[in-house]
């Protein structure tokens, strides 16, 4: 039997703050040149699809995910991984029907796609609003929550911990642009994903029979589905079900990849068809493999926990949210805890990083530039900085306010709501793409229908299972906005067709 350790040392903290250090000087080295306008916006061209592809994850997966996924699997069921193979769905929409309208069309932003679709400014600057209040939000929480657990892990003052945060993310936004945050977001994906593989292989090795273990727990235990989840639920098509995971984690996911302006301004970094595809595929398969190593570390925590049980108090044994940090602090080898811990950190910070350069460029490139139009090149950048300052004290405040008040449910809920939206947003976007006569104000009042229907179905209808949601924003959209533009051209005897290239019948072309 080993002992059981004695939490966070000062060794794991002198490595979290060699970590925090290495990165601010990562983000300095990758933004020694000076970055302007589109540079700053879109990079310079010379990072690589691979470093891109690994920013993406890291930009997807949330610090509240890396607890999360095995909390779920430790929690008895797997049924949350069937959302990763969404990507089999996602990835190919993705790269047969939007990618090559976005390089056709040398967007800036997402959002700049709504003006050139639908000849809009309305329609991109509505688009804009939505991500950056959304953005701003998710990120104080991304902010708030991590550090509120990892204060309580390694008794450092939580608002220590996110003004580090923020105050790093900020300068390497700040100086660097896309570039620095690029290249950090990749050394950040590759810590967490070497963290997570250490975790797992380090757990496999204190279970009395090693993999056999998780093999006959996920087999003969019956843990891989254990509330007997059905493939269809053919009693009711939008409750639970496995199918049901698949198709609607996959449309979330490429409700993402269309319309969130954090991800599609990964896409924006080049015009080459082929290094985008490559960027997207390799996301997917980065996604998929880190879900699963998430998942059969859940399983793996709950064998070693039933092996152990001394080792485990019965707060933290019946909490699944909380029993891998818990894991991470008591169990692994002193130093070790710090690697993982900064791990955790790395996904928080990514996060963060990307969200103040993407609100950045987006308030840039699709609000300011309908106030200001013409505005130099440096003049976008010296707002962009501004912004991005701005962004990320904002973020720091309402975080260490979050962390003083506990006001964690109300913020979930505000959250939730914008989530909703954005998914209606997406609509817009697939509606944009799939139909050429389909004008402004049909986009307009489909995205209105639909954040009312998605919000009656939430709160309304509880038997419609939250994975069904981005399937009904985008078909609803799509039809409300295909009738009331044919109301349209009807009363106005005029009929609006799509720029050559907006959608995607025409970008093959």
């Keep these: 039997m080993f002992d059981n350790l004695h939490g966070f040392t000062w060794i ?5 703050i060699i970590y925090m250090i290495a990165v601010l000087l990562a983000g300095f080295y990758f933004s020694k040149k000076e970055m302007k306008g589109k540079e700053f916006f879109k990079g310079d061209g010379s990072v690589p699809w691979w470093v891109t592809s690994v920013s993406i994850f890291a930009t997807l997966l949330s610090p509240i995910s890396f607890l999360a996924l095995a909390g779920n699997s430790y929690g008895g069921t797997w049924l949350l991984w069937f959302a990763q193979l969404g990507m089999i769905i996602a990835i190919p929409l ?16 997402a959002y700049h796609y709504l003006e050139i679709r639908y000849g809009s400014r309305a329609l991109r600057v509505l688009g804009a609003i939505m991500f950056v209040i959304f953005q701003m939000g998710r990120m104080s929480i991304v902010m708030y929550l991590p550090c509120l657990a990892l204060a309580k892990l390694a008794g450092i003052d939580v608002n220590i911990l996110i003004i580090g945060m923020g105050a790093i993310a900020i300068v390497y936004s700040y100086t660097g642009g896309l570039k620095a945050v690029l290249w950090t977001d990749f050394i950040q994906g590759v810590i967490l994903i070497g963290g997570i593989g250490l975790t797992l292989v380090y757990l496999i090795w204190r279970l009395d029979n090693g993999l056999g273990d998780i093999t006959y727990s996920l087999t003969e235990g019956g843990r891989f ?19 049901l995971t698949i198709v609607g984690g996959g449309l979330s996911t490429f409700c993402s990849y269309v319309s969130s302006q954090d991800v599609v301004q990964r896409f924006t970094t080049t015009t080459d068809v082929k290094q985008l595809n490559k960027m997207t595929i390799g996301n997917g398969v980065l996604s998929i493999v880190c879900a699963s190593i998430f998942y059969l570390v859940g399983t793996a925590l709950f064998i070693f926990y039933e092996q152990n049980p ?14 891998f940090a818990y894991f991470i602090t008591y169990e692994l080898p002193v130093g070790v805890t710090g690697i993982i811990l900064a791990a955790l ?59 003083t ?92 067709i799509a720029p050559e290239g907006s959608t995607f019948m025409t970008a093959k072309k």
Excluded at 12 to 16: G, M, S, W
Excluded at 232 to 241: E, K, P, R, V
Excluded at 350 to 374: C, E, H
Excluded at 443 to 472: D, E, Q, R, T
């Design 345 to 403: 950190y790395a996904a928080s910070q990514s996060t963060l990083s990307t969200g103040i350069n993407s609100v950045a460029t987006s308030w840039v490139l699709d609000i300011q530039s309908q106030i200001t139009p013409n505005m130099t090149s440096e003049r976008q950048t010296k707002i962009a900085q501004y912004v991005s300052l701005g962004v990320g004290v904002f973020a720091i405040l309402v975080a260490m306010y979050l962390a």
């Design 405 to 496: 008040a506990s006001i964690r449910s109300a913020y979930e809920l505000f959250n939730s709501f914008l989530g909703l939206a954005l998914g209606a947003l997406a609509g817009i976007f697939v509606m944009g793409a799939f139909t050429r006569k389909t004008s402004a104000l049909g986009a307009l009042c489909g995205f209105a229908v639909s954040i009312l229907v998605v919000l009656y179905c939430k709160y309304y209808v509880p038997s419609i299972n939250f994975w069904s949601y981005a399937v009904i924003a985008i078909i609803i959209t799509t039809v409300v906005g295909v009738i009331v533009s044919k109301i349209q051209a009807a009363v106005t005897q005029k009929e609006y």
């Design 94 to 109: 993705t790269i047969k029907f939007f990618l090559p309208v976005y390089a056709n069309l040398g967007i800036d932003t």
């Design 310 to 323: 001394e080792l485990i108090t019965d707060t933290f044994k019946g909490s699944q949210d909380q029993v």
């Design 225 to 243: 589905l254990a509330n007997g989840e059905d493939w269809i639920n053919w009693s009711n098509l939008l409750g639970t079900s496995i199918l």
């Design 12 to 16: 794991d903290t002198v490595i979290l």
